[in-house]
């Protein structure tokens, strides 16, 4: 497709990647953490703090102490059964483990005083907002259905009493006293819709936009009408971004699926799913890029076009997944 070298990029990266095979250890030793001793047994139960590639420094929830955690092929994540829906796809639950999830862990230590995770468990309900799309999404949905109910009544209220004003002179300032209330409730209303407003561009907030981590190569990824698997140029697009890994110590892969706005919310949510879910399975097949690496796969539906939906070419463009290699800024930095 025409569209597809548009939207490959690849930084400069040659510096950042040096500087992060240079400081690859120093994540473990970060000032004030707690040292797990070697072989001994042991458990935490935080939030995630930040990642850095198998790496996930969690804020231990009894101490407020930074621990650090390592995933590896051997570890076993499970999701417990929470109250929201949590990625279509269940045999990526490793993928979540991104900052803001609340998680406990059980292994031992290692001899950098890391936790060497056997098991890590978790509950959807509590990703924090940056990340937990669903859980916000369905949130939103409410508050902003709830926030619009309010002011309804608040300006149908404001119109009764105005009416009831000017009907009953005698009652005038008890409608008028009546009013104002409305008034007040309507503008109120108006204040929790600004604030579900802000809250509602949280959703899509995604890993590579905190501070905490740079992209350091980036492709779109694109796909038929109504369809989520790849054809040649997808696949040698990917290709091309699990090379971009080679070398690179603690790098972490982002996936964000879209459709375009044709068919139903309900499809293109779900499109928009399998398309991350496809880009994900082929970097781990076909790239050899262990799923730990990959970071909450997610599909947006048909939010956040990449270009207008009233044309063909444009509706080619919206059906794709943006995939971006991270890393984080303060290995990259040295720091």
């Known amino acids: 497709m025409m569209h597809r070298s548009e939207k490959w ?24 953490a707690a040292q797990i001793k070697p072989d001994e047994k042991s458990k935490v139960s935080g939030t995630i703090m930040s990642r850095n590639g198998d790496l996930v420094k969690v804020k231990d929830k009894k101490t ?9 092929d051997n570890t076993k994540v499970e ?41 890590i468990t978790f509950i959807p309900d509590e990703f924090a907002i940056e ?53 007040q409730t309507a503008v109120a209303a108006g204040d929790v819709a600004v604030m579900d407003a802000e809250a509602v561009q949280m959703v899509n907030k995604r890993v590579s936009d905190m501070d905490d981590y740079k992209t350091v190569a980036e492709a779109g990824i694109y796909f038929p009408s109504d369809k989520a698997t790849l054809d040649d140029a997808a696949k040698a697009d990917l290709d091309i971004v699990a090379a971009a890994t080679k070398g690179v ?22 499109l928009s799913e399998d398309r991350a879910a496809a880009v994900a ?9 262990p799923m730990r690496r990959i970071v909450a796969p997610a599909g947006y539906g048909a939010t956040h076009p990449a270009a207008t939906n009233t044309d063909s070419q444009g509706r080619a463009l919206n059906r794709r997944v943006d995939v971006k290699v991270l890393i984080n800024k303060g290995v990259a930095e040295g720091s």
Request: proline share 3%; with cysteine; aromatic share 4%.
């Open 64 to 72: 407020g102490q930074p621990v650090v955690v390592s995933i590896t």
């Open 249 to 270: 110590d603690g790098y972490l892969i982002e996936i964000a699926g879209y459709a375009s706005s044709t068919g139903t919310k309900q499809l293109n949510q779900k």
């Open 131 to 183: 990340v937990a799309e669903e859980q916000q999404i369905q949130a939103n949905k409410v508050s902003a259905a709830n926030a619009q109910t309010t002011a309804n009544q608040g300006v149908a209220a404001a119109g009764k009493a105005q009416t009831s004003a000017n009907v009953a002179q005698v009652s005038a300032k008890q409608a008028q006293t009546t009013a104002n209330q409305a008034g």
């Open 79 to 119: 999701r417990k059964k929470g109250k929201v829906e949590f990625f279509r796809h269940k045999d990526m639950d490793v993928t979540a483990m991104v900052p803001g999830l609340t998680i406990d862990a059980e292994g031992v230590g290692n001899g950098k005083g890391q936790l060497v995770a056997s098991k």
């Open 9 to 32: 990029k690849t930084p400069v990266i040659g510096c950042a990647l040096g500087l992060a095979l240079l400081a690859g250890l120093t994540y473990a030793s970060t000032p004030g």
């Open 281 to 289: 399975n082929y970097l781990l097949q076909k790239g050899n890029i």
